[in-house]
């Protein structure tokens, strides 16, 4: 696979790529120092991954990454930094980029970055990956969060605790959409007991009807397995 390297530390980019060099499948098609030979280099060779140092001199390296990933989008680009933030990830993603090395580790992951990143993966180094993971669950929170609190109405907002577990279980059923008498069937009740549940939950619960009852139950996570008189016989 032809590889352009981008660094701006001489003796840096020269000890990647000679350890490039040792890979028989790995062909160095053009090293560089700056924005500008990356562009250059990009274009002339069209390469299979391009390795390229976002501490650019005088150069933005996210928006030379996406400026490689414009001009040339068959060509995947990892990008090198010393450390990188949130804020950075996440315009590298944006940009096109799929493989993520810190300075401190390029030695050991380089080869097999490159190899995933060309075949369609991504690759991250482990302190990066678990930066975008933290990352990426603060905003599923959020989210989560926010759907909750929209979701539910406060008349909802009711401890599960407040019902017994048998009540809980009757809960359940209703949130799946049985009947009365299906709920009979399937805890072995009287129709009218599991009406009295019913009537027992609404009133623990200060809940106005049936329904609430069923989103009161979905909302706690309350599940019970359903078996159909059928499936019985």
């Known amino acids: 696979m032809k590889i352009v390297l981008i660094d701006s530390q001489t003796p840096f980019r020269e000890t990647i790529k000679n350890l490039l060099l040792t890979q028989i499948d790995f062909e160095v098609a053009g090293v560089g120092k700056d924005g500008y ?100 669950s603060q905003i599923v929170r959020k989210k989560r969060d926010e759907q909750f609190k929209h979701s539910i109405s406060d008349e909802l907002r009711v401890s599960p605790l407040h019902i017994t577990r048998s009540e809980a279980q009757i809960a359940a059923f209703v949130g799946q959409g049985l009947s009365n008498k299906q709920i009979a069937e399937n805890l072995q009740l009287k129709e009218g007991t599991v009406r009295n549940y019913i009537s027992l939950i609404l009133q623990k619960t200060k809940l106005k009807h049936r329904t609430q009852i069923a989103l009161y139950a979905l909302n706690n996570g309350f599940y019970c397995k359903f078996e159909s008189g059928e499936k019985k016989a």
């Open 37 to 136: 030979d990356a562009i250059k280099l990009t274009d002339q060779h069209k390469p299979d991954v391009v390795v390229l140092d976002v501490d650019l001199p005088a150069f933005d390296g996210l928006k030379i990454a996406a400026s490689i990933h414009m001009r040339c989008p068959s060509s995947s680009i990892i990008i090198i930094a010393a450390e990188m933030d949130d804020t950075m990830i996440l315009n590298a993603v944006y940009y096109g980029v799929t493989g993520f090395l810190l300075r401190s580790s390029i030695f050991d992951e380089i080869n097999k970055a490159i190899r995933n990143v060309n075949v369609g993966n991504s690759y991250m180094t482990h302190e990066i990956e678990l930066r975008t993971f933290n990352m990426f």
